[in-house]
């Protein structure tokens, strides 16, 4: 399971990549024996095809949109790091930033979208302090303090798992809590959202990679989205874009007999960006203002969009041509919407499925109603922080009657 | 609530073999209830033509010849002083761009899909489209005439406006031989009936503005014309690759050896000679390929088989498309296409497949417009398009959508 760094994105010393495998290895060891069969293999050699095939999903946030609708979507997907923590779970996570013009005013310079997995900078930063900083410096342009990577003047001092345990608290967040420190909250370094990680990926195909079928009438088809997602009793994955599109690429290859395995290098891409949308005086955006990093050609995990620092102009002067009318870019929301990312996966040949490994679902598959997920009831309650954070001065609007200015 | 007539999704329903779509224009000034009644007085007489009932010959039936009529709203029509309904989100996003003033222009920034040099104004604009099918072109040219004569008949003696002007109508025709003008098939792939409800169907969101609109759908129309001059420069071998299907058989081709494109082994079956032959059905729709050539064909940047095709992130479509051929002034006479006709959830799916560089992005028809001239030829002009909102059947409203006026 030699598995290269994400995207080649790093010329690692070998024992850092054997660091990076071995995580893998004990993510997978985790999941195979709820989730392994013969129709995932965690090395992409033993699959037999080396013809990679990507998996894609749009990166903006499903769940606001069949919450809220689409303008609420956009709004909380844009407040910041707030919005970024409960929203960004399409394993696509962005950051606006932000720069004062000439005239004092603070203002949209650019948006950084990373795809990039959270457990190979964890395994970096537990391992190699100096990589991990080397990393930083090159993508923000500025060496961090050790202490902003680690609390502490000295990483070294400490055991790899306070290491690890340091730099998630500050700079990758995960289970505990978004991260509480700047440099990947004010930038966005690679994913943090709790649900974008290496598990979930895994998790997600090893899911549908099952022989599941139907009965329709005395002949076995493919089950159904509905019927997998709520045969194991989460409907509210089914909502979302990654979910579905991955689990069930997996579950389309498992049908036909196919094992299905991650193509080297394993990573989260970001696979197509539909930058003529964006206008800058009608005209296409300059080169300058779309730049793909943090991987080999086709292998990106890293889209800034807008100006560089030199550059006096922001990216609030470009507009989205999405319908008939232009509108200014406000945010990252715009840019993702027009990102589609997800893996490479590669497929082995059809083989015969033996009767007893097909499973046959007798769950309903009638359609899912999204807009009632529990977790609805999460993003409801950001509507209300939103709404309260937002809420200006109170004005007067007549007798005994007032209204926010905000 | 249930999807109005017209849309021919349930199993073995095949559309009439006639069209006409036709718009209709509000007076300058018009208010919401005066466009409205008028309206409901169309609408009555369009039910009486559906049953055979003609305004001027009472008592006289004329045959029906399975006619339906089908309503959608334009942004326009949202914005007539006195409207009830917001325009719904998916319009502002999902609608086309205006010619350029002095002829042409993309019809969806990103896209390479351009409006015809000649075409100045887009005449799929109005207020209200409707769409006519029927199995006869009496019938659905009866309901122009029979539409003029109602909107005549409703002219102001004193002003001479009527509140609602017919401005332009399309004709198309269905074929039985599954091909389209480049005598490529067309078509073949489209939905599996099953696949269909949950791909058209407007599904609930969160946002309560919108919940008039579920059950209803969006209606997509280009009426494209094909430079069939340019598609004969092309040899035979070039032209499958940017369709991705063999010429004569459809056969999906999957990849490019020494002599030339190769079709999915086995297809067309033993006995039959195009794909649209019964027992020929596995292979209408093409697999997955990993030859990068093959991958920019059309039926491969139009459907990436991302499952299931009721997630709004597969971008798959409903397709009830009629082509056309009309006299046109410049050589060679005529002018020959497309009236494309798409049903969808949220035209967000066709301007995405439209824009987005992996799928038809930048491309007219198919292949790569960096390195293919062919590929990047206007084989394909839009003479006009609009995106409607087609709202549900609602029991209480005497047509549908009779809430955005009263």
Known sequence: MPYDVPGRADDLAPGLVKSWNDRIAAEFARLEPSFGSRFFSIDPVAVGSTARVPVTWFGDPAEPAFCLGAAAAQRLSDWDERGRAVLHNEYCEYAAVRAVDADGRRRLKRVQVTTELREYWVTLARSSPDAVRGLVTGITGTEPAWTDLYGVADPTALSEDARESAFAALVAGGQQGPPSGPLNTRNALFMSHPINGLDDLLFIIMFGARPLFTDRAGTLEPATKEQIFRESGSEHLACRHADPAAAMAAHGAAVSGRTVGFADPLGMYIQSFARDVFLLDGAPLPDGWVRFSRGDEGLHQRLEVGPPDDDPRFLDEAVTAEGATDEPVVGGHQIVRHVEVGPFVVVGPQTPLADGERTVLTTSDAPIVCREATVCQSIEQLQREFDAAHAGPLRRVGPRRTEPTG | ?406
């Open chain 2, 1 to 406: 609530m249930t999807l109005q007539e017209g849309v021919y999704h349930a199993p073995g329903a095949r559309p009439g073999r006639a069209l006409v779509l036709f718009f209709l224009q509000a007076a300058p000034g018009a208010d919401a209830a005066t466009v409205g009644a008028a309206l409901q007085r169309l609408w009555n007489v369009w039910r009486g033509l559906v049953r055979g009932a003609v305004v001027d010959l009472p008592g006289h039936p004329v045959p029906a010849d399975a006619l339906t009529v089908l309503l959608g709203y334009g942004q326009k029509a949202f914005t007539l002083p006195g409207a009830r309904r917001a325009v719904p989100a998916a319009l502002l996003t999902g609608s086309f761009r205006s010619p350029q003033p002095m002829g042409g222009g993309r019809v969806v920034v990103g896209s390479g899909l351009s409006y015809s040099p000649e075409v100045r104004q887009n005449p799929a604009t109005e207020e209200i489209a409707v769409q006519v099918v029927a199995e006869t072109q009496l019938a659905v040219n009866r309901v122009v005439v029979e539409t003029w004569k109602a909107t005549h008949d409703g002219t102001d003696p004193a002003t001479g406006v009527a509140p609602l002007t017919l401005t332009a109508f399309y004709q198309g025709f269905q074929r039985a031989d599954g091909r389209s003008w480049i005598d490529f098939h067309d078509g073949v792939s489209n939905l599996r009936s099953e696949e269909r409800a949950g791909v058209i169907t407007i599904k609930p969101t969160g946002d309560d503005e919108q919940d008039w609109l579920v059950g209803g759908t969006y209606l997509a129309f280009l009426r494209l014309s094909v430079d069939l001059a340019r598609w004969r420069g092309i040899d035979r071998a070039a032209q499958e690759l940017l369709v991705g299907r063999d010429k004569l058989t459809g056969a999906p081709i999957t990849a490019v050896g020494a002599d030339g494109p190769v079709t999915v082994a086995g297809c067309p079956v033993a006995g039959t000679t195009e794909v649209i032959e019964p027992g020929n059905e596995a292979f209408r729709e093409p697999p997955d390929v990993t030859d990068p050539v093959v991958d920019l064909s059309h039926v491969q940047r139009a459907n990436h088989h991302a499952r299931p095709a009721s997630d709004a992130s597969s971008l798959r479509i409903f397709r009830q498309g009629y082509e056309f051929l009309e006299p046109h002034g410049a050589a060679p006479g005529f002018r020959a296409g497309l009236n494309f006709v798409s049903f969808q959830d949220t035209p967000d799916r066709v301007v995405r497949i439209l824009r987005q560089p992996t799928w038809l992005g930048r491309t007219n028809f198919g292949g790569d417009p960096d390195v293919d001239p062919a590929a990047a030829a206007a084989l394909l002009s839009v003479q006009a398009g609009g995106t409607y909102v087609v709202p549900p059947v609602d029991p209480v409203e005497p047509f549908p959508g009779a809430g955005i006026f009263a």
